[in-house]
């Protein structure tokens, strides 16, 4: 059975850092592609950045360029979202997904529906 879990989010001020963990079970974690995605209430789930077996170079979004980065560790079947300078907003759902896509980046991995596996989520808030 395939699991993902994300933990550490919560509640920060603008300009602080947060950094999300997710962690897979039950499949074979290195020949994945891990994704972060959030959504907003109301708002389509939305593509955070992507990151391949071999990790780096990883593939961002350009709201978060500059400020997030992506990494991975195989070996502990682990992904992570280092988040700093965050931006005022209400609260949104962060979630990361596994799917077997090309090791090429390209806007299929921006698609949400393209990913076969979800983790529930985990939130943030970043009050300003």
């Known amino acids: 059975q395939v699991q993902l879990v994300e933990s550490w989010g919560g509640l920060v001020q603008a300009g602080a850092s947060l950094r999300l963990s997710c962690v897979a079970s039950?499949?074979?974690?290195?020949?994945?592609?891990m994704g972060w995605f959030r959504q907003a209430p109301g708002k389509e789930r939305e593509f955070v950045a992507a990151i391949r077996w071999s990790g780096a170079p990883t593939f961002n979004a350009d709201s978060v360029k500059g400020r997030f980065t992506t990494s991975r560790n195989n070996a502990k079947n682990m992904v992570y979202q280092q988040m700093n300078r965050l931006k005022p907003e209400t609260t949104v759902v962060y979630y990361c997904?596994?799917?077997?896509?090309?090791?090429?980046?390209?806007?299929?991995?921006?698609?949400?529906?393209?990913?076969?596996?979800w983790g529930q989520g985990t939130q943030v808030t970043v009050s300003s």
């Open positions: 997904a596994e799917g077997l896509l090309s090791l090429i980046y390209s806007s299929t991995h921006w698609r949400h529906e393209k990913y076969d596996y």
């Open positions: 039950g499949l074979t974690f290195s020949s994945y592609v």
